[in-house]
């Protein structure tokens, strides 16, 4: 708990002052820790108040101080850049990092009321025991130890599309720099794949950028939007709950960040009405001009319907939004009545006006999908629409980066252009595709029924994904207390749940959600067998936590408004 | 081609002729309605990354890369394949990757592998260990945001032995995705602030381009100091001093950047020299991001490489407890030359531990590195041993390296020696040459003519006539009135031949052109 707090407050702590030159200062011993004052994330990235007290001359700053002295140091919480500050991540926040000194003290043998930490926080399907799709492994692995190629242990087909790949690499080697933009063949890959999965809508390799994962390239675009100062600094649509990459991209970048929100109650559906509601109070005080989308949801695992795709581009048409589609968890779909929909196609469906001039990017990702290969970092972007003097930019933008790690872009290769029927790879791959996906559905199913008996828990039903997102009833004595540690009563919640269970999962708070209602993401990705002692860990950690702090206050059926009702015990 | 337009604070400005040329090239492609729609949203772009100014170096490397589609495609050209040595790419050159490397981080990927009776034992023992690190035993899973504990721990243990015992901790060793991106997050945490407020950083003249641009992006002020080219590009203090002095009147200077041995000009920095440094940064309160990425390349007999690090310890306190340094190294340099797997470190001395949190924090937002990469860091600082069944191999492969390079110093410096209109400084350490061209007033005239930077022109014409990709001086930065070229060395011997065969050839026929 302790450790807790202290991490907590020092997020929220940051240097008012940026470090101002003093010709006094030499004098100075003692390290400076009068500028700093309390500041909250709602209140934005502290800025420079600047100028107020000039140096007058260079010479004056550089005069040599006495040996022996202790020297103030250069980078100190006070220079340190205020938006570094201001950045909070919560899918590896407080929660996980006392996870993780859980799992070590467990290894030095310190006793727990738990014999292992279950690690429900983060959508790494390896790290729970997903197995790695074999032809993937094999291609990659050919192109880093081209002498395999002779080996009769490896299938023609993914020697061949080692070569190809090699083929197109400097020197042949995975070691070479690529273009920054990705290498040229496995772009085109990604464009026949795109055209294909979009029913023959044309795509030009040209605007296809390999990434490092997803979220560099989401960075690198928000990066290139945000502009402007007071009323005109650039805002940022996001949906809440959101993935809290875009919240820390947001404020790293100093972007104002406009919330619209979700509709649990519709399965976490996005309204159109909502966006309408969200935009026009931004223009008061920004220039909203990007609107993020995640399909499927994260955290809420939500598909969205043609419809309300359709819905959305009308609306960023009208109001010249740059939309970006993160549909990273394309091939996670599965609810029966649910299908994806890329944005792109849905855009193209509706004519040539829209067709031709939203401006659009679109993101996928080798770390989820089937593959879940998050650690090859390899990723890809579509950006349509953009203006060729922008596109210069974007990769002027990606050049100062060099470019993304080869062998990830050697396994999107694969994503993209897997083996095909009647090649010596494709029952095998179908196979292991078929087994991941499947899976995945089924623990999706049993994550939401299981949750759904829970009482004073709420699961809205996972249709794709990696996610549960349930809202949980924390009683009002829970809330109290909560207040009074000076946290949120779902981190709280998580928090509580981790030291008495050790199962690690991420409180709603991370996310964002409705005020006076409370939340957590859990993965779907433990197995089976590991997935339903987690759920039952929980239920019984949940009823107890109930108990405990309905004993405590008075014996009440009254429901704080906004608080999950059905459920209340 | 047109014009140069790299730094206008620096080099002169050319930056209005290059958007004039994009801007022309737009309206050709876009309908009016289609412009007034789209220029909608993005017509006013981060204003920082208009900064960046774009190199047209890059346009050299983009026809480059058109020019080998061109002869793939059957296209006639006075030669039949094109020579890429403007940046240091070493496997592009043809340099082969370390056997040991790659076998390693194949069985990581596919296990399958360790039942093969082909790969020799050690490979095997240390696939299983990295494997074990890794969640789930497999490579495709997240590391912690700044690298897998154990191969931080092996950096650190290496870097302990590399600096004759000082000591060096895990918790301050951050593993990146190439040590670019660990300089762009260092620089982030210092640079801040407007006007008079804002972050300078102090970096030499020349360096390579993408350095500038990175400056450029984080919204730095831009603080050049000058190498001395007569002193075989020393870097001298006083000069260092006048730089830092003279920006302080319109900016903060919080960083100095120091690459050592030195990308482009190879020079490399004696003990004295970087206690000079330490002194001066400490006078002037600077970090200091001591790029040592070239560490493994010292070819020239009698200097060895020190380390800032080292140094820095050994001059004690007060020194050693408060100067603040970051030091980087990557697998992309050195022996490995693994470019493509994207892997460095960054190891920060003396900083705060809240600002290390506040770090680690933020680093945590974006993703870890790749693991391949990762694998490739562990195998660069921890080495087969003695003893070992692949030990000879990997002891002569490097061998192999090292004796290329140092060879390909000599020969280059032999060959430029003979050609007339050439000066190169002797190169201590690195992967280039950066030798001096003397051209023609003629050939400087017409440059201007076309509104290009002399030594563009001529690298420009050398792409196109022989087929050789060079980096310009004016890329990376020169004093004004000089104009040099920069050329990897880290290629095989054949490549190397052959550029500096049609170096020679084209350079005598373009000196013959202008007299």
């Known amino acids: 708990m302790h450790r807790f707090q202290r991490l907590s407050t020092s997020f929220l702590l940051s240097g008012r002052f940026g470090r101002q030159r003093d010709p006094m200062e030499g004098a100075a011993l003692e390290p400076r820790r009068g500028g700093q004052t309390v500041r909250f994330k709602a209140q934005g990235p502290a800025r420079q108040c600047g100028g107020s007290k000039r140096y007058s001359t260079a010479e004056a700053t550089v005069e040599s101080r006495g040996n022996g002295e202790v020297r103030e140091r250069t980078l100190t919480m006070?220079?340190?850049?205020?938006?570094?500050?201001?950045?909070?991540?919560?899918?590896?926040?407080?929660?996980?990092?006392?996870?993780?000194?859980?799992?070590r003290g467990l290894q030095d043998g310190m006793k727990q009321p738990f014999a292992e930490v279950i690690k429900a926080n983060i959508g790494d399907a390896h790290a729970m025991g997903q197995q790695p799709i074999t032809f993937l492994r094999q291609v990659v692995a050919l192109c880093t130890c081209p002498e395999l190629l002779d080996s009769p242990s490896f299938p023609e087909d993914a020697k061949q599309r080692a070569r190809r790949i090699l083929q197109a690499c400097g020197g042949k080697s995975l070691g070479s720099y690529?273009?920054?933009?990705?290498?040229?063949?496995?772009?085109?890959?990604?464009?026949?794949?795109?055209?294909?999965r979009d029913q023959g809508v044309s795509c030009n390799w040209d605007n296809v950028y390999l990434t490092t994962g997803a979220s560099d390239g989401i960075m690198s675009i928000l990066k290139l939007l945000v502009s402007g100062q007071g009323p005109s600094r650039t805002g940022v649509m996001i949906p809440i709950p959101q993935y809290p990459l875009y919240s820390a991209a947001i404020s790293e970048l100093e972007a104002v960040q406009v919330n619209y929100y979700l509709d649990e109650d519709h399965c976490w559906a996005l309204d159109v009405n909502e966006l309408h509601r969200a935009f026009?109070?931004?223009?008061?005080?920004?220039?909203?001009?990007?609107?993020?989308?995640?399909?499927?949801?994260?955290?809420?695992?939500?598909?969205?319907?043609?419809?309300?795709?359709?819905?959305?581009?009308?609306?960023?048409?009208?109001?010249?939004?740059?939309?970006?589609?993160?549909?990273?968890?394309?091939?996670?779909?599965?609810?029966?009545?649910?299908?994806?929909?890329?944005?792109?196609?849905?855009?193209?469906?509706?004519?040539?006006?829209?067709?031709k001039n939203v401006e659009l990017a679109s993101f996928h990702s080798t770390s989820k999908g089937y593959t879940g290969e998050c650690g090859f970092r390899g990723g890809y972007m579509e950006v349509i629409n953009m203006d060729p003097e922008v596109k210069a930019q974007l990769i002027k933008l990606l050049s100062v980066r060099l470019c993304p790690p080869v062998s990830g872009q050697a396994a999107m290769d694969i994503i993209v252009n897997p083996p095909q029927p009647g090649e010596p790879s494709f029952?095998?791959?179908?196979?292991?595709?078929?087994?991941?996906?499947?899976?995945?559905?089924?623990?999706?199913?049993?994550?939401?029924?299981?949750?759904?008996?829970?009482?004073?828990?709420?699961?809205?039903?996972?249709?794709?994904?990696?996610?549960?997102?349930?809202?949980?009833?924390?009683?009002?004595?829970?809330?109290?207390?909560?207040?009074?540690?000076?946290?949120?009563?779902?981190?709280?919640y998580c928090l509580r749940l981790l030291e008495d269970t050790g199962i690690c999962i991420v409180p709603g708070s991370g996310f964002g959600q409705r005020e006076g209602t409370f939340h957590f993401r859990m993965t779907i990705l433990p197995t089976t067998e590991k997935l339903k002692l987690l759920l039952e860990k929980l239920a019984a950690f949940h009823i107890k936590f109930l108990q405990k702090y309905t004993a405590l206050g008075e014996p009440s059926d009254k429901s704080p408004s906004g608080q999950a009702k059905a459920h209340h015990p | 081609m047109s014009t140069v337009a790299y730094c206008s604070f620096i080099w002169g400005s050319g930056y209005i002729t290059a958007r004039a040329r994009t801007r022309t090239h737009r309206s050709l492609q876009k309908t009016e309605e289609q412009k007034r729609r789209i220029m909608s949203v993005l017509r006013k772009i981060n204003p920082t990354l208009q900064r960046i100014c774009i190199c047209e170096q890059e346009n050299l490397g983009r026809r480059a890369m058109q020019i080998t589609r061109e002869l793939k495609q059957g296209v006639k050209k006075p030669y039949k394949e094109l020579v890429d040595v403007s940046i240091g790419d070493a496997h592009r050159g043809g340099m082969k990757p370390i056997t040991f490397v790659r076998q390693v981080i194949a069985a990581c990927i596919y296990p399958e592998l360790l039942h093969?009776?082909?790969?020799?034992?050690?490979?095997?023992?240390?696939?299983?260990?990295?494997?074990?690190?890794?969640?789930?035993?497999?490579?495709?899973?997240?590391?912690?945001?700044?690298?897998?504990?154990?191969?931080?721990?092996?950096?650190?243990?290496?870097?302990?032995?590399?600096?004759?015992?000082?000591?060096?901790?895990?918790?301050?060793?951050?593993i990146s995705s190439g040590s670019q991106t660990a300089l762009m997050f260092v620089l982030?945490?210092?640079?801040?602030?407007?006007?008079?407020?804002?972050?300078?950083v102090a970096f030499p003249v020349p360096t390579y381009s993408s350095f500038a641009m990175a400056l450029d992006e984080l919204g730095a002020e831009m603080v050049p100091y000058y190498l001395c080219e007569e002193e075989g590009w020393a870097l001298r203090v006083e000069e260092l001093r006048r730089a830092v002095r003279a920006s302080g009147l319109h900016c903060t200077p919080r960083v100095l950047y120091v690459i050592n041995p030195s990308n482009p000009t190879g020079n490399?920095?004696?003990?004295?020299?970087?206690?000079?440094?330490?002194?001066?940064?400490?006078?002037?309160?600077?970090?200091?991001?001591?790029?040592?990425?070239?560490?493994?390349?010292?070819?020239?007999?009698?200097?060895?490489?020190?380390?800032?690090?080292?140094?820095?310890?050994?001059?004690?306190?007060?020194?050693?407890?408060?100067?603040?340094?970051?030091?980087?190294?990557?697998?992309?340099?050195?022996?490995?030359?693994?470019?493509?797997?994207?892997?460095?470190?960054?190891?920060?001395?003396?900083?705060?531990?809240?600002?290390?949190?506040?770090?680690?924090?933020?680093?945590?937002?974006?993703?870890?590195?790749?693991?391949?990469?990762?694998?490739?860091?562990?195998?660069?600082?921890?080495?087969?041993?003695?003893?070992?069944p692949s030990y000879t191999m990997y002891s002569q492969e490097v061998k192999f390296k090292k004796d290329t390079l140092t060879c390909n110093v000599r020969r280059v410096q032999e060959v430029l020696e003979d050609i007339p209109g050439f000066t190169c400084q002797a190169v201590g350490g690195g992967f280039y040459a950066f030798p001096r061209l003397h051209l023609p007033q003629r050939a400087v005239q017409r440059a201007k003519e076309l509104g290009l930077e002399a030594d563009l022109l001529y690298c420009t014409r050398l792409l196109e006539e022989e087929g050789v990709c060079l980096e310009a001086g004016s890329s990376l930065g020169q004093k004004e009135g000089t104009h040099h070229i920069r050329l990897c060395l880290m290629t095989s011997t054949k490549t190397l031949e052959m550029v500096l065969k049609r170096l020679k050839r084209f350079h005598l026929r373009f000196l013959k052109e202008f007299a």
């Open chain 1, 280 to 355: 026009h109070e931004a223009k008061h005080y920004c220039n909203p001009k990007v609107l993020c989308i995640i399909n499927p949801g994260n955290p809420t695992g939500q598909v969205q319907s043609r419809k309300c795709i359709e819905d959305v581009l009308h609306f960023a048409f009208e109001e010249k939004l740059f939309v970006m589609a993160d549909e990273v968890y394309q091939d996670n779909i599965y609810s029966s009545d649910c299908q994806f929909h890329s944005f792109k196609k849905v855009l193209y469906e509706m004519g040539p006006e829209y067709f």
């Open chain 1, 178 to 196: 690529s273009a920054s933009q990705g290498v040229d063949c496995i772009r085109k890959d990604i464009a026949t794949y795109v055209e294909q």
């Open chain 2, 188 to 200: 982030s945490l210092l640079v801040h602030g407007e006007g008079s407020a804002q972050t300078g």
């Open chain 2, 268 to 388: 490399v920095q004696s003990r004295k020299i970087i206690e000079e440094v330490i002194r001066f940064a400490a006078e002037e309160k600077l970090v200091i991001m001591a790029d040592e990425v070239y560490q493994d390349t010292v070819h020239e007999e009698g200097i060895d490489f020190v380390s800032y690090k080292r140094v820095l310890f050994e001059l004690g306190p007060p020194y050693s407890e408060s100067v603040q340094l970051a030091s980087f190294h990557s697998v992309s340099k050195g022996f490995m030359g693994e470019c493509g797997l994207r892997s460095g470190y960054v190891e920060l001395v003396n900083l705060d531990p809240a600002v290390m949190e506040q770090a680690c924090k933020w680093l945590s937002a974006g993703s870890c590195s790749a693991v391949t990469g990762q694998i490739a860091l562990n195998i660069m600082v921890d080495p087969p041993r003695p003893g070992d």
């Open chain 2, 116 to 174: 093969d009776s082909a790969l020799p034992a050690d490979v095997k023992e240390r696939a299983w260990r990295l494997m074990r690190e890794c969640d789930g035993g497999s490579v495709g899973s997240y590391t912690e945001a700044c690298g897998i504990p154990y191969v931080k721990s092996s950096v650190s243990d290496f870097i302990t032995r590399r600096d004759g015992g000082v000591p060096a901790s895990p918790e301050n060793i951050l």
């Open chain 1, 78 to 103: 006070e220079t340190l850049n205020p938006n570094v500050k201001a950045v909070e991540y919560a899918v590896r926040g407080p929660i996980v990092i006392k996870a993780v000194e859980l799992e």
């Open chain 1, 427 to 492: 029952l095998q791959f179908h196979k292991e595709k078929t087994s991941v996906l499947s899976t995945l559905a089924e623990k999706a199913k049993l994550t939401e029924s299981i949750l759904n008996t829970i009482p004073g828990i709420k699961c809205n039903p996972v249709q794709g994904a990696m996610y549960a997102f349930p809202r949980i009833f924390i009683p009002p004595q829970a809330v109290g207390e909560a207040k009074m540690l000076g946290m949120p009563p779902d981190m709280m």
